[in-house]
Protein backbone atom coordinates (compact mmCIF):
# COMPACT_ATOMS: atom_id res chain seq x y z
CA UNK A 1 0.00 0.00 0.00
CA UNK A 2 1.73 3.41 -1.28
CA UNK A 3 1.67 6.30 1.18
CA UNK A 4 -1.94 7.70 1.48
CA UNK A 5 -1.74 11.01 3.33
CA UNK A 6 -3.60 14.20 2.41
CA UNK A 7 -1.38 17.39 4.08
CA UNK A 8 0.12 20.35 2.51
CA UNK A 9 2.05 19.64 -0.84
CA UNK A 10 5.30 21.74 -1.82
CA UNK A 11 4.15 24.51 -4.59
CA UNK A 12 1.19 25.25 -3.08
CA UNK A 13 -0.65 26.99 -0.14
CA UNK A 14 -1.84 24.50 2.82
CA UNK A 15 -4.93 24.11 2.37
CA UNK A 16 -4.91 24.03 -1.68
CA UNK A 17 -2.07 21.67 -1.58
CA UNK A 18 -4.60 19.74 1.02
CA UNK A 19 -7.05 19.65 -1.87
CA UNK A 20 -4.62 19.00 -4.85
CA UNK A 21 -3.85 15.45 -2.57
CA UNK A 22 -7.39 14.85 -2.34
CA UNK A 23 -7.65 15.65 -6.20
CA UNK A 24 -4.69 13.38 -7.27
CA UNK A 25 -5.54 10.29 -5.15
CA UNK A 26 -9.02 10.69 -7.05
CA UNK A 27 -7.68 10.75 -10.47
CA UNK A 28 -5.55 8.40 -9.56
CA UNK A 29 -8.36 5.47 -8.40
CA UNK A 30 -9.81 7.07 -11.99
CA UNK A 31 -7.00 5.75 -14.18
CA UNK A 32 -6.55 2.97 -12.05
CA UNK A 33 -10.53 2.09 -12.85
CA UNK A 34 -10.14 2.29 -16.49
CA UNK A 35 -6.57 0.88 -17.32
CA UNK A 36 -6.56 -1.38 -19.78
CA UNK A 37 -10.10 -0.60 -21.24
CA UNK A 38 -10.01 -1.02 -25.46
CA UNK A 39 -12.36 1.12 -27.75
CA UNK A 40 -14.81 -1.10 -28.24
CA UNK A 41 -14.85 -1.66 -24.01
CA UNK A 42 -15.46 2.08 -23.72
CA UNK A 43 -17.73 2.36 -26.05
CA UNK A 44 -20.07 -0.34 -24.91
CA UNK A 45 -23.44 0.55 -23.54
CA UNK A 46 -24.68 -1.52 -20.78
CA UNK A 47 -28.54 -1.22 -21.70
CA UNK A 48 -30.48 1.74 -23.83
CA UNK A 49 -29.84 4.18 -21.08
CA UNK A 50 -26.55 3.65 -20.16
CA UNK A 51 -23.63 5.84 -20.36
CA UNK A 52 -20.41 4.34 -21.63
CA UNK A 53 -17.32 3.93 -19.79
CA UNK A 54 -15.85 6.63 -22.41
CA UNK A 55 -18.36 8.70 -22.19
CA UNK A 56 -18.00 9.18 -18.17
CA UNK A 57 -14.17 9.93 -18.67
CA UNK A 58 -15.20 12.35 -21.14
CA UNK A 59 -17.53 13.74 -18.54
CA UNK A 60 -15.07 13.75 -15.89
CA UNK A 61 -12.64 16.22 -18.15
CA UNK A 62 -16.16 18.44 -19.19
CA UNK A 63 -17.19 19.13 -15.63
CA UNK A 64 -13.11 20.21 -14.27
CA UNK A 65 -12.99 22.28 -17.35
CA UNK A 66 -16.43 23.74 -16.32
CA UNK A 67 -14.88 24.56 -12.73
CA UNK A 68 -11.99 25.70 -14.30
CA UNK A 69 -14.13 28.70 -15.88
CA UNK A 70 -15.98 29.42 -12.84
CA UNK A 71 -13.49 29.28 -10.71
CA UNK A 72 -9.99 30.94 -12.41
CA UNK A 73 -11.69 33.15 -15.07
CA UNK A 74 -14.78 34.11 -13.43
CA UNK A 75 -17.04 33.34 -16.31
CA UNK A 76 -19.57 31.22 -17.57
CA UNK A 77 -18.92 29.13 -20.83
CA UNK A 78 -19.16 30.90 -24.44
CA UNK A 79 -21.66 29.91 -26.76
CA UNK A 80 -18.77 27.74 -28.83
CA UNK A 81 -17.45 26.37 -25.24
CA UNK A 82 -20.98 25.29 -24.69
CA UNK A 83 -21.68 23.39 -27.98
CA UNK A 84 -18.12 22.41 -27.75
CA UNK A 85 -18.60 20.68 -24.19
CA UNK A 86 -22.39 19.52 -23.93
CA UNK A 87 -21.86 16.36 -24.84
CA UNK A 88 -19.55 15.35 -22.63
CA UNK A 89 -21.68 17.85 -20.00
CA UNK A 90 -24.86 16.63 -20.10
CA UNK A 91 -24.03 12.80 -21.82
CA UNK A 92 -27.79 11.45 -22.44
CA UNK A 93 -28.59 10.51 -25.94
CA UNK A 94 -26.40 13.39 -27.44
CA UNK A 95 -23.21 11.93 -25.06
CA UNK A 96 -24.56 8.34 -26.39
CA UNK A 97 -24.29 9.25 -29.88
CA UNK A 98 -21.16 11.75 -30.39
CA UNK A 99 -18.72 10.02 -27.69
CA UNK A 100 -17.44 6.94 -28.99
CA UNK A 101 -14.46 5.55 -30.97
CA UNK A 102 -11.70 6.47 -29.56
CA UNK A 103 -8.60 4.48 -27.54
CA UNK A 104 -8.18 4.84 -23.91
CA UNK A 105 -5.58 7.48 -24.44
CA UNK A 106 -7.49 10.09 -25.63
CA UNK A 107 -9.37 10.11 -22.92
CA UNK A 108 -6.83 10.30 -21.02
CA UNK A 109 -4.32 13.00 -22.72
CA UNK A 110 -7.77 14.95 -22.31
CA UNK A 111 -7.79 14.31 -18.63
CA UNK A 112 -4.07 14.64 -18.03
CA UNK A 113 -4.03 18.40 -20.31
CA UNK A 114 -7.35 19.45 -18.01
CA UNK A 115 -5.75 18.79 -14.74
CA UNK A 116 -2.41 20.39 -15.40
CA UNK A 117 -4.18 23.33 -16.07
CA UNK A 118 -5.83 23.09 -13.11
CA UNK A 119 -2.90 22.57 -10.77
CA UNK A 120 -0.80 25.48 -12.50
CA UNK A 121 -3.73 27.68 -11.73
CA UNK A 122 -4.22 26.53 -7.89
CA UNK A 123 -0.42 26.68 -7.85
CA UNK A 124 -0.59 30.47 -8.63
CA UNK A 125 -3.87 31.22 -5.85
CA UNK A 126 -3.83 30.79 -2.15
CA UNK A 127 -5.52 29.89 0.69
CA UNK A 128 -7.44 33.11 1.12
CA UNK A 129 -8.41 32.64 -2.74
CA UNK A 130 -9.87 29.22 -2.34
CA UNK A 131 -12.45 30.26 0.28
CA UNK A 132 -13.80 33.16 -0.73
CA UNK A 133 -17.46 33.11 -2.36
CA UNK A 134 -16.88 33.25 -6.12
CA UNK A 135 -17.80 36.32 -8.21
CA UNK A 136 -19.97 34.69 -10.82
CA UNK A 137 -21.87 32.29 -8.27
CA UNK A 138 -21.38 33.78 -4.56
CA UNK A 139 -23.74 31.06 -2.81
CA UNK A 140 -19.89 28.56 -3.58
CA UNK A 141 -16.76 29.44 -2.64
CA UNK A 142 -13.84 27.56 -5.13
CA UNK A 143 -13.13 25.16 -2.13
CA UNK A 144 -16.68 23.36 -2.34
CA UNK A 145 -16.17 23.87 -5.85
CA UNK A 146 -13.19 21.83 -6.48
CA UNK A 147 -14.01 19.31 -3.78
CA UNK A 148 -17.18 18.96 -6.64
CA UNK A 149 -15.04 18.06 -9.20
CA UNK A 150 -13.55 15.21 -6.76
CA UNK A 151 -16.84 14.05 -5.69
CA UNK A 152 -18.03 14.00 -9.25
CA UNK A 153 -15.55 12.29 -10.70
CA UNK A 154 -15.87 9.65 -7.70
CA UNK A 155 -19.38 9.46 -8.14
CA UNK A 156 -18.52 8.64 -12.00
CA UNK A 157 -15.48 5.82 -11.43
CA UNK A 158 -18.11 4.29 -8.94
CA UNK A 159 -20.42 3.55 -11.63
CA UNK A 160 -17.42 2.85 -13.94
CA UNK A 161 -16.67 0.41 -11.78
CA UNK A 162 -19.89 -0.97 -11.84
CA UNK A 163 -19.90 -0.86 -15.53
CA UNK A 164 -16.46 -2.62 -16.00
CA UNK A 165 -17.46 -5.69 -13.70
CA UNK A 166 -20.04 -6.56 -16.06
CA UNK A 167 -18.86 -5.54 -19.48
CA UNK A 168 -19.56 -8.67 -21.79
CA UNK B 1 -29.41 26.34 -4.60
CA UNK B 2 -28.03 26.54 -0.73
CA UNK B 3 -24.26 27.96 0.16
CA UNK B 4 -21.98 25.12 -0.93
CA UNK B 5 -18.97 26.28 0.76
CA UNK B 6 -15.74 24.39 2.48
CA UNK B 7 -14.71 26.14 5.30
CA UNK B 8 -13.43 25.90 8.74
CA UNK B 9 -16.51 25.36 11.05
CA UNK B 10 -17.29 26.54 14.56
CA UNK B 11 -16.04 23.98 17.40
CA UNK B 12 -13.54 21.82 15.31
CA UNK B 13 -9.83 23.18 14.47
CA UNK B 14 -9.67 24.80 10.91
CA UNK B 15 -8.63 22.14 8.80
CA UNK B 16 -10.60 19.40 10.46
CA UNK B 17 -13.78 21.53 10.03
CA UNK B 18 -13.18 22.13 6.45
CA UNK B 19 -13.08 18.09 6.14
CA UNK B 20 -16.21 18.01 8.05
CA UNK B 21 -18.01 20.15 5.74
CA UNK B 22 -17.09 17.68 2.86
CA UNK B 23 -18.10 14.92 5.09
CA UNK B 24 -21.34 16.68 5.63
CA UNK B 25 -22.02 17.69 2.34
CA UNK B 26 -21.20 14.07 1.10
CA UNK B 27 -23.87 12.88 3.47
CA UNK B 28 -26.52 14.82 2.70
CA UNK B 29 -25.80 13.65 -1.12
CA UNK B 30 -26.40 10.33 -0.28
CA UNK B 31 -29.27 10.89 2.23
CA UNK B 32 -31.03 12.59 -0.95
CA UNK B 33 -30.09 9.94 -3.42
CA UNK B 34 -32.41 7.15 -1.75
CA UNK B 35 -34.73 9.51 0.07
CA UNK B 36 -38.68 7.68 -0.03
CA UNK B 37 -37.14 4.21 -0.99
CA UNK B 38 -39.49 1.65 0.38
CA UNK B 39 -38.13 -1.46 1.65
CA UNK B 40 -38.57 -3.50 -0.95
CA UNK B 41 -36.82 -0.79 -3.54
CA UNK B 42 -33.81 -1.63 -0.62
CA UNK B 43 -33.61 -5.13 -0.63
CA UNK B 44 -34.07 -5.21 -4.86
CA UNK B 45 -31.11 -7.11 -6.24
CA UNK B 46 -30.69 -5.57 -10.08
CA UNK B 47 -28.63 -8.80 -10.91
CA UNK B 48 -27.34 -11.57 -9.21
CA UNK B 49 -24.24 -10.25 -8.44
CA UNK B 50 -25.28 -6.67 -7.59
CA UNK B 51 -25.34 -5.12 -4.14
CA UNK B 52 -28.88 -4.07 -3.13
CA UNK B 53 -29.60 -0.03 -2.00
CA UNK B 54 -30.08 -1.15 1.37
CA UNK B 55 -26.63 -3.32 1.85
CA UNK B 56 -24.73 -0.34 0.30
CA UNK B 57 -26.30 2.27 2.83
CA UNK B 58 -25.32 -0.60 5.57
CA UNK B 59 -21.41 -0.72 4.00
CA UNK B 60 -21.17 3.11 3.94
CA UNK B 61 -22.03 3.50 7.76
CA UNK B 62 -19.76 0.14 8.43
CA UNK B 63 -16.43 1.35 6.48
CA UNK B 64 -17.31 4.63 8.69
CA UNK B 65 -17.33 2.50 11.68
CA UNK B 66 -14.20 0.65 10.66
CA UNK B 67 -11.81 3.98 10.18
CA UNK B 68 -13.49 5.04 13.56
CA UNK B 69 -11.48 1.75 15.62
CA UNK B 70 -8.65 2.70 13.13
CA UNK B 71 -8.20 6.67 13.63
CA UNK B 72 -9.61 7.27 16.83
CA UNK B 73 -9.03 4.01 19.24
CA UNK B 74 -5.86 3.18 17.42
CA UNK B 75 -6.78 -0.41 16.94
CA UNK B 76 -7.96 -3.25 14.63
CA UNK B 77 -11.33 -4.90 14.92
CA UNK B 78 -12.08 -7.56 17.66
CA UNK B 79 -12.91 -10.90 16.60
CA UNK B 80 -17.25 -9.97 17.38
CA UNK B 81 -16.59 -6.44 15.54
CA UNK B 82 -15.23 -8.24 12.46
CA UNK B 83 -18.22 -10.87 12.65
CA UNK B 84 -20.96 -8.19 13.35
CA UNK B 85 -19.86 -5.89 10.21
CA UNK B 86 -18.68 -8.56 8.31
CA UNK B 87 -21.56 -8.56 5.95
CA UNK B 88 -21.78 -4.57 5.17
CA UNK B 89 -18.12 -4.24 4.72
CA UNK B 90 -17.28 -7.31 2.24
CA UNK B 91 -20.98 -7.18 0.65
CA UNK B 92 -21.33 -9.78 -1.83
CA UNK B 93 -23.31 -13.32 -1.24
CA UNK B 94 -23.19 -12.81 2.64
CA UNK B 95 -24.57 -8.80 2.24
CA UNK B 96 -27.20 -10.11 0.41
CA UNK B 97 -28.13 -12.84 2.35
CA UNK B 98 -27.99 -10.89 5.61
CA UNK B 99 -28.67 -7.04 5.01
CA UNK B 100 -32.56 -7.35 3.93
CA UNK B 101 -36.13 -6.16 5.07
CA UNK B 102 -35.40 -3.18 6.52
CA UNK B 103 -37.19 -0.02 6.27
CA UNK B 104 -35.05 3.04 5.30
CA UNK B 105 -34.75 4.58 8.93
CA UNK B 106 -33.28 1.15 9.68
CA UNK B 107 -29.95 2.59 7.82
CA UNK B 108 -30.68 6.31 8.16
CA UNK B 109 -30.45 5.62 11.86
CA UNK B 110 -27.14 3.64 11.96
CA UNK B 111 -25.49 6.58 9.39
CA UNK B 112 -26.87 8.92 12.28
CA UNK B 113 -25.84 7.50 15.15
CA UNK B 114 -21.95 6.28 13.31
CA UNK B 115 -21.55 10.17 11.78
CA UNK B 116 -22.29 11.17 15.37
CA UNK B 117 -19.74 9.48 17.15
CA UNK B 118 -17.16 10.83 14.25
CA UNK B 119 -18.22 14.22 14.71
CA UNK B 120 -17.92 14.17 18.40
CA UNK B 121 -14.26 12.24 18.21
CA UNK B 122 -13.08 14.78 15.99
CA UNK B 123 -14.42 17.88 17.50
CA UNK B 124 -12.10 16.37 20.56
CA UNK B 125 -9.06 16.77 18.24
CA UNK B 126 -6.68 19.15 16.47
CA UNK B 127 -5.31 19.49 13.16
CA UNK B 128 -1.71 18.51 14.21
CA UNK B 129 -3.47 14.81 15.40
CA UNK B 130 -4.96 15.10 11.74
CA UNK B 131 -2.23 14.83 9.65
CA UNK B 132 0.26 12.52 11.84
CA UNK B 133 0.55 9.25 10.49
CA UNK B 134 -1.33 6.83 12.04
CA UNK B 135 0.08 4.38 15.03
CA UNK B 136 -1.61 1.25 13.54
CA UNK B 137 -1.31 2.20 9.72
CA UNK B 138 1.72 4.31 9.81
CA UNK B 139 1.36 4.52 5.67
CA UNK B 140 -1.81 6.37 6.59
CA UNK B 141 -2.85 9.62 8.35
CA UNK B 142 -6.07 10.29 9.68
CA UNK B 143 -6.87 13.22 7.04
CA UNK B 144 -6.63 10.30 4.29
CA UNK B 145 -8.98 7.81 6.27
CA UNK B 146 -11.56 10.61 6.97
CA UNK B 147 -11.25 11.71 2.63
CA UNK B 148 -11.33 7.86 2.15
CA UNK B 149 -14.81 7.31 3.81
CA UNK B 150 -16.14 10.29 2.05
CA UNK B 151 -14.90 8.96 -1.27
CA UNK B 152 -16.14 5.40 -0.53
CA UNK B 153 -19.42 6.79 0.38
CA UNK B 154 -19.79 8.75 -3.11
CA UNK B 155 -18.33 6.26 -4.78
CA UNK B 156 -21.21 3.95 -3.83
CA UNK B 157 -23.73 7.13 -3.84
CA UNK B 158 -23.10 7.10 -7.53
CA UNK B 159 -23.72 3.12 -8.39
CA UNK B 160 -26.74 4.13 -5.85
CA UNK B 161 -28.11 6.70 -8.05
CA UNK B 162 -27.57 4.14 -11.00
CA UNK B 163 -29.84 1.63 -9.41
CA UNK B 164 -32.10 3.50 -8.64
CA UNK B 165 -32.79 5.09 -11.94
CA UNK B 166 -33.44 1.34 -12.89
CA UNK B 167 -35.44 0.00 -10.32
CA UNK B 168 -38.55 -2.11 -11.62
Do not use: C
Amino acid sequence: MPPYRILPLPGYTPTIGRLVAMLSYARQTTLDAVEGLTREQLDHLHDERSNSMGGLLAHVAAVERGYQLVTFEERAPTAAENDAWSAALKLGDKGRREIRGHELQFYVDELRRTREATLTALAARDDVWLETPLRIAPTLNAHWAWFHVAEDEINHRGQIRWLRARLP
